[in-house]
């Protein structure tokens, strides 16, 4: 995982809440970083 530069968020897990959080962030023009179990 290579990542550079600040976000405006970081979601961790990509559950039934952490998927949707990310997804409605995104969707508001914020920067997000979606962290979760492999």
Same mark, same amino acid.
């Given at each position: 995982?290579?990542? $550079? !530069? &600040?976000? =405006? &968020?970081?979601? *961790?897990?990509? !559950? @039934?809440?952490? %998927? @949707?959080? &990310? *997804?409605?962030?995104?969707? !508001? =023009?914020? $920067?997000?970083? %979606? %962290?979760?179990?492999?």
């Amino acid at each position: 995982m290579t990542t $550079s !530069g &600040a976000v =405006d &968020a970081v979601v *961790i897990g990509g !559950g @039934p809440n952490g %998927l @949707p959080a &990310a *997804i409605t962030l995104a969707r !508001g =023009d914020r $920067s997000v970083t %979606l %962290l979760r179990k492999e």
